[in-house]
T-cell receptor, first 113, second 112 residues
Framework: KQEVTQIPAALSVPEGENLVLNCSFT??????LQWFRQDPGKGLTSLLL?????REQTSGRLNASLDKSSGRSTLYIAASQPGDSATYLC????????????FGKGTKLSVKP | NAGVTQTPKFRILKIGQSMTLQCTQD?????MYWYRQDPGMGLKLIYY???????DKGEVPNGYNVSRSTTEDFPLRLELAAPSQTSVYFC???????????FGEGSWLTVV
Protein backbone atom coordinates (compact mmCIF):
# COMPACT_ATOMS: atom_id res chain seq x y z
CA LYS A 1 0.00 0.00 0.00
CA GLN A 2 1.26 3.45 -0.88
CA GLU A 3 1.69 5.52 2.25
CA VAL A 4 3.27 8.86 3.09
CA THR A 5 4.54 9.60 6.58
CA GLN A 6 5.61 12.87 8.14
CA ILE A 7 7.55 12.96 11.38
CA PRO A 8 7.35 14.81 13.71
CA ALA A 9 3.67 15.71 13.86
CA ALA A 10 4.56 19.01 15.51
CA LEU A 11 7.70 21.11 15.81
CA SER A 12 8.45 24.30 17.71
CA VAL A 13 11.58 26.37 17.01
CA PRO A 14 12.87 29.83 17.90
CA GLU A 15 12.86 32.51 15.23
CA GLY A 16 15.94 32.53 13.01
CA GLU A 17 16.64 28.82 13.25
CA ASN A 18 17.16 26.71 10.14
CA LEU A 19 14.95 23.62 10.16
CA VAL A 20 14.18 20.46 8.23
CA LEU A 21 10.82 18.79 7.79
CA ASN A 22 10.78 15.13 6.83
CA CYS A 23 8.56 13.13 4.49
CA SER A 24 8.89 9.43 3.71
CA PHE A 25 7.00 7.33 1.18
CA THR A 26 6.70 3.56 0.92
CA UNK A 27 6.62 3.19 -2.87
CA UNK A 28 9.68 4.68 -4.59
CA UNK A 29 8.02 4.67 -8.04
CA UNK A 30 6.71 8.18 -7.59
CA UNK A 31 6.01 10.55 -10.47
CA UNK A 32 6.61 13.65 -8.38
CA LEU A 33 6.33 14.99 -4.86
CA GLN A 34 4.73 18.23 -3.71
CA TRP A 35 5.09 20.22 -0.54
CA PHE A 36 2.15 22.29 0.65
CA ARG A 37 1.52 24.86 3.34
CA GLN A 38 -1.82 25.00 5.18
CA ASP A 39 -2.75 27.89 7.44
CA PRO A 40 -5.51 27.41 10.05
CA GLY A 41 -8.94 27.54 8.44
CA LYS A 42 -7.49 27.80 4.96
CA GLY A 43 -6.82 25.63 1.96
CA LEU A 44 -3.50 24.21 0.88
CA THR A 45 -0.95 26.27 -1.01
CA SER A 46 1.58 24.47 -3.16
CA LEU A 47 5.14 25.44 -2.22
CA LEU A 48 7.38 23.23 -4.31
CA LEU A 49 6.97 20.38 -6.77
CA UNK A 50 9.87 18.01 -7.42
CA UNK A 51 9.75 15.73 -10.43
CA UNK A 52 11.08 12.18 -10.00
CA UNK A 53 14.04 13.06 -12.22
CA UNK A 54 15.05 15.98 -10.02
CA ARG A 55 17.05 15.99 -6.80
CA GLU A 56 15.90 19.33 -5.41
CA GLN A 57 13.88 22.49 -5.95
CA THR A 58 14.36 25.91 -4.40
CA SER A 59 12.05 28.85 -3.81
CA GLY A 60 13.34 31.72 -1.71
CA ARG A 61 14.15 30.39 1.78
CA LEU A 62 12.70 26.98 0.95
CA ASN A 63 14.59 24.04 -0.46
CA ALA A 64 13.04 20.64 -1.07
CA SER A 65 15.05 17.53 -1.82
CA LEU A 66 14.02 14.14 -3.14
CA ASP A 67 15.77 10.80 -2.71
CA LYS A 68 13.71 8.13 -4.44
CA SER A 69 16.03 5.28 -3.53
CA SER A 70 15.56 5.89 0.18
CA GLY A 71 11.92 6.96 -0.12
CA ARG A 72 12.53 10.32 1.47
CA SER A 73 11.98 14.01 0.86
CA THR A 74 12.97 16.93 3.04
CA LEU A 75 11.83 20.53 3.18
CA TYR A 76 14.52 22.87 4.43
CA ILE A 77 13.44 26.28 5.74
CA ALA A 78 16.24 28.79 6.24
CA ALA A 79 16.15 31.57 8.81
CA SER A 80 12.67 30.72 10.05
CA GLN A 81 10.19 33.52 10.82
CA PRO A 82 6.98 33.59 12.87
CA GLY A 83 5.10 33.94 9.57
CA ASP A 84 6.32 30.46 8.64
CA SER A 85 4.10 29.00 11.36
CA ALA A 86 1.65 26.66 9.62
CA THR A 87 1.09 22.99 8.87
CA TYR A 88 3.29 21.60 6.12
CA LEU A 89 2.07 18.62 4.12
CA CYS A 90 3.85 16.53 1.56
CA UNK A 91 2.07 14.52 -1.11
CA UNK A 92 3.36 11.85 -3.47
CA UNK A 93 1.97 11.49 -6.97
CA UNK A 94 2.19 8.07 -8.61
CA UNK A 95 1.08 9.01 -12.09
CA UNK A 96 -1.84 7.73 -14.09
CA UNK A 97 -4.89 9.61 -15.29
CA UNK A 98 -6.37 9.76 -11.82
CA UNK A 99 -3.86 12.35 -10.76
CA UNK A 100 -4.34 11.33 -7.17
CA UNK A 101 -1.98 12.56 -4.52
CA UNK A 102 -1.16 10.46 -1.47
CA PHE A 103 -0.93 12.93 1.42
CA GLY A 104 0.98 12.76 4.66
CA LYS A 105 -0.74 13.94 7.82
CA GLY A 106 1.45 17.01 8.03
CA THR A 107 3.91 18.63 10.42
CA LYS A 108 2.58 21.57 12.44
CA LEU A 109 5.36 24.14 12.68
CA SER A 110 5.43 26.90 15.26
CA VAL A 111 8.15 29.55 15.05
CA LYS A 112 8.46 31.52 18.30
CA PRO A 113 9.52 35.18 18.22
CA ASN B 1 -7.14 36.23 -9.12
CA ALA B 2 -10.04 34.08 -7.91
CA GLY B 3 -8.47 30.64 -8.52
CA VAL B 4 -10.64 27.93 -6.95
CA THR B 5 -13.77 29.15 -5.18
CA GLN B 6 -15.89 26.99 -2.86
CA THR B 7 -19.25 27.69 -1.28
CA PRO B 8 -20.54 27.54 1.37
CA LYS B 9 -17.70 28.04 3.85
CA PHE B 10 -19.64 26.53 6.76
CA ARG B 11 -22.75 24.40 6.93
CA ILE B 12 -24.59 22.37 9.54
CA LEU B 13 -26.77 19.54 8.25
CA LYS B 14 -29.16 17.23 10.02
CA ILE B 15 -28.86 13.49 9.51
CA GLY B 16 -30.63 12.47 6.33
CA GLN B 17 -30.57 15.90 4.69
CA SER B 18 -28.92 16.52 1.34
CA MET B 19 -26.84 19.38 0.06
CA THR B 20 -24.46 20.44 -2.69
CA LEU B 21 -21.02 21.95 -2.21
CA GLN B 22 -20.23 24.27 -5.07
CA CYS B 23 -16.80 24.60 -6.67
CA THR B 24 -15.70 26.77 -9.56
CA GLN B 25 -12.29 27.55 -11.03
CA ASP B 26 -11.29 30.28 -13.45
CA UNK B 27 -7.92 28.88 -14.59
CA UNK B 28 -9.31 26.72 -17.42
CA UNK B 29 -7.92 23.59 -15.75
CA UNK B 30 -8.98 20.22 -17.09
CA UNK B 31 -8.53 18.31 -13.83
CA MET B 32 -10.70 18.95 -10.80
CA TYR B 33 -10.83 17.09 -7.50
CA TRP B 34 -12.79 16.82 -4.29
CA TYR B 35 -10.91 15.86 -1.12
CA ARG B 36 -11.99 15.51 2.47
CA GLN B 37 -9.74 16.19 5.43
CA ASP B 38 -10.52 14.71 8.83
CA PRO B 39 -8.76 15.94 12.01
CA GLY B 40 -5.21 14.62 12.25
CA MET B 41 -5.52 12.79 8.96
CA GLY B 42 -4.23 13.32 5.47
CA LEU B 43 -6.50 14.34 2.64
CA LYS B 44 -8.53 11.61 0.97
CA LEU B 45 -9.75 11.81 -2.63
CA ILE B 46 -13.53 11.55 -3.03
CA TYR B 47 -14.06 12.11 -6.76
CA TYR B 48 -12.11 13.60 -9.61
CA UNK B 49 -12.74 14.76 -13.17
CA UNK B 50 -10.39 14.93 -16.15
CA UNK B 51 -12.65 17.20 -18.16
CA UNK B 52 -16.23 18.27 -18.78
CA UNK B 53 -18.54 15.27 -18.84
CA UNK B 54 -15.98 12.87 -17.32
CA UNK B 55 -15.91 11.95 -13.64
CA ASP B 56 -14.56 9.02 -11.67
CA LYS B 57 -14.39 7.72 -8.12
CA GLY B 58 -11.50 8.30 -5.80
CA GLU B 59 -10.60 6.54 -2.57
CA VAL B 60 -13.73 7.41 -0.52
CA PRO B 61 -16.71 8.01 -2.88
CA ASN B 62 -19.53 6.38 -0.89
CA GLY B 63 -22.31 8.80 0.02
CA TYR B 64 -21.29 11.39 -2.56
CA ASN B 65 -22.02 12.24 -6.18
CA VAL B 66 -20.49 14.69 -8.63
CA SER B 67 -21.13 16.15 -12.05
CA ARG B 68 -18.99 18.15 -14.47
CA SER B 69 -21.12 19.89 -17.07
CA THR B 70 -18.61 22.68 -17.70
CA THR B 71 -14.84 23.08 -17.40
CA GLU B 72 -15.31 25.62 -14.62
CA ASP B 73 -17.74 23.90 -12.25
CA PHE B 74 -17.48 20.69 -10.24
CA PRO B 75 -20.24 20.43 -7.60
CA LEU B 76 -20.22 17.73 -4.91
CA ARG B 77 -23.58 16.34 -3.82
CA LEU B 78 -24.12 14.74 -0.42
CA GLU B 79 -27.18 12.50 -0.29
CA LEU B 80 -28.66 11.38 3.03
CA ALA B 81 -26.05 13.05 5.20
CA ALA B 82 -24.48 10.94 7.97
CA PRO B 83 -22.33 11.96 10.98
CA SER B 84 -19.38 10.21 9.30
CA GLN B 85 -19.49 12.92 6.63
CA THR B 86 -18.60 15.61 9.14
CA SER B 87 -15.35 16.90 7.70
CA VAL B 88 -13.61 19.68 5.85
CA TYR B 89 -14.04 19.44 2.10
CA PHE B 90 -11.54 20.84 -0.36
CA CYS B 91 -12.00 21.34 -4.07
CA UNK B 92 -8.87 21.55 -6.19
CA UNK B 93 -7.80 21.83 -9.81
CA UNK B 94 -4.73 21.30 -11.97
CA UNK B 95 -4.03 21.80 -15.66
CA UNK B 96 -2.95 18.20 -16.19
CA UNK B 97 -2.33 15.13 -14.04
CA UNK B 98 0.81 15.47 -11.95
CA UNK B 99 1.07 19.23 -12.27
CA UNK B 100 0.89 21.80 -9.48
CA UNK B 101 -2.50 21.52 -7.83
CA UNK B 102 -4.49 24.52 -6.61
CA PHE B 103 -6.88 24.28 -3.68
CA GLY B 104 -9.94 26.19 -2.62
CA GLU B 105 -10.22 27.46 0.95
CA GLY B 106 -12.42 24.61 2.14
CA SER B 107 -15.98 23.97 3.27
CA TRP B 108 -16.58 22.98 6.89
CA LEU B 109 -19.50 20.56 7.14
CA THR B 110 -21.03 19.28 10.35
CA VAL B 111 -23.74 16.60 10.33
CA VAL B 112 -25.77 16.36 13.55
Amino acid sequence: KQEVTQIPAALSVPEGENLVLNCSFTDSAIYNLQWFRQDPGKGLTSLLLIQSSQREQTSGRLNASLDKSSGRSTLYIAASQPGDSATYLCAAHYGGSQGNLIFGKGTKLSVKP
Amino acid sequence: NAGVTQTPKFRILKIGQSMTLQCTQDMNHNYMYWYRQDPGMGLKLIYYSVGAGITDKGEVPNGYNVSRSTTEDFPLRLELAAPSQTSVYFCASSPISGNTIYFGEGSWLTVV
